[in-house]
């Protein structure tokens, strides 16, 4: 199932809340889910295979196209959408609008509002609320429970395509990017993080600590700069911040080896975005 909707309605956020661990890269910028990231909940007789999809955005330049383009194939392969809104700007659009679909999509749409912390008083929601409707807050809990009931009731009947005890469908040299690039969104200002993108180069699993070198690439010689910080203050304090996310969800030490390299224009040309791994 998928978790869809604008930029920064908290997908994110709630993926890491349903499956007890810190998976995707959450930031208040928008757009910061570039390719989706699958998180697994397993309950008695139910598997839950969540896919955190990129926001549906207004595409700009070639990523944007990529990272859209990604979350219509999310959409399409879905048995049970998720939409996620801001429970503070209820009522929410109609997905197909919101996404630009040419027909509903096949699949059964739970409607999701989300970040229902934030707002003091609950909107017009109609009492009891349809069973298509669910308010949840991802920081406090609330709601998570209705929201699996809900998806359960949805789920087509098969076997597990996973281990119970997996959290996770991708490998660990991907999230070890992912943590490079969040600590980025939470360490650069501006406009910078986003044009940011990490490669792992080497992932040693088998010593200890475990090695992993990875690259940051920007698209400018003077962002290399910034990046890297006067005397690397800036590149170490990344590193630190990405080695802990590593090491919190690999259970092990890290040595974390980074490096920045320029990649001109990377977010405008197809051909480094397919390298990436940011499109198919």
Excluded: C
Excluded at 196 to 212: G, K, N, S, T, W
Excluded at 221 to 238: C, D, F, H, N, P
């Amino acid at each position: 199932m998928v978790l869809a909707g604008r930029p920064n309605v908290g997908k994110s956020t709630l993926l890491n809340a349903l499956v007890g661990e810190h998976l995707a890269v959450v930031s208040p910028k928008p757009q910061s889910t570039r390719v989706p990231v699958v998180g697994l909940v397993t309950r008695g007789d139910t598997q839950y295979i969540f896919t955190d999809s990129p926001g549906l955005l207004d595409p700009e330049y070639a990523l944007h196209h990529a990272m859209r383009a990604s979350a219509l194939r999310a959409i399409q392969n879905a048995e049970v959408i998720a939409y996620l809104h801001p429970l503070a700007e209820y009522p929410a659009p109609d997905l197909v609008s919101v996404a630009r679909l040419e027909k509903p999509p096949r699949a059964p749409i739970v409607t999701v509002y989300t970040k229902a912390d934030l707002v003091p008083t609950s909107p017009n929601l109609p009492q009891p609320p349809p069973t298509s409707v669910v308010v949840v807050s991802a920081l406090t809990g609330a709601g998570i429970d209705a929201l699996l009931a809900a998806l359960r009731d949805r789920l087509p009947e098969s076997p597990f395509h996973y281990d119970p005890e997996e959290m996770a469908t991708q490998p660990m040299r991907f999230f070890a990017a992912e943590f490079v690039r969040e600590a980025a969104f939470e360490l650069l200002h501006e406009e910078l993080p986003y044009s940011v993108a990490v490669e792992i180069d080497e992932f040693r699993e088998a010593q200890e600590p475990v090695y992993i070198r990875a690259v940051i690439y920007v698209e400018r010689e003077s962002q290399k700069g910034i990046v890297i910080g006067a005397g690397g203050r800036t590149i170490r304090a990344l590193g630190e911040a990405a080695r802990l996310k590593i090491e919190g969800l690999l259970g092990r030490r890290v040595f974390l080896d980074l490096h920045v390299k320029v990649m001109p224009k990377w977010r405008r040309r197809p051909a480094s975005i397919k390298r990436l791994g940011y499109a198919e």
